[in-house]
């Protein structure tokens, strides 16, 4: 069974730190496109970074110079730091693999053929 778990995720006052990791099970992450999204209440959900074997990382702009996003391949993971936190961060955040690593749509939630089932992120103010 393919999986990926989230975990990391927490309250945390506005200005600080949390680091999100996602761990995957059932077959080799190593190839794919690592995507990281997020959904507030009442929002649709939105990409937030993706890093790819070749194809380089990329940002939303909302969280470009606060966030980073990174893999380790030897240990089926991706991560995703995420520094100087705001209330607007609030979000349940999910990753996703898309295995056919399509950069070119990489903030549509249909490139993700896998997906995990989110960690809550609290920013308070």
């Known amino acids: 069974q393919v999986q990926l778990v989230e975990s990391g995720g927490g309250l945390v006052q506005a200005g600080g730190s949390l680091r999100l990791s996602c761990q995957g099970s059932?077959?080799?992450?190593?190839?794919?496109?690592m995507g990281w999204f997020r959904q507030a209440p009442g929002k649709e959900r939105e990409f937030v970074a993706a890093?790819?074997?070749?194809?380089?990382?990329y940002y939303a702009d909302s969280v470009k110079g606060r966030f980073t996003i990174s893999r380790d391949n030897a240990k089926n993971g991706v991560f995703l730091q995420m520094n100087s936190l705001k209330p607007e961060d609030t979000a349940v955040y999910y990753c996703?693999?898309?295995?056919?690593?399509?950069?070119?749509?990489?903030?549509?939630?249909?490139?993700?053929?896998?997906w995990g089932q989110g960690t809550q992120v609290t920013v308070s103010s």
């Open positions: 059932g077959r080799t992450f190593s190839s794919d496109g």
């Open positions: 996703a693999a898309d295995p056919r690593s399509q950069w070119y749509i990489k903030m549509r939630s249909s490139a993700y053929a896998y």
């Open positions: 890093i790819y074997r070749s194809e380089g990382i």
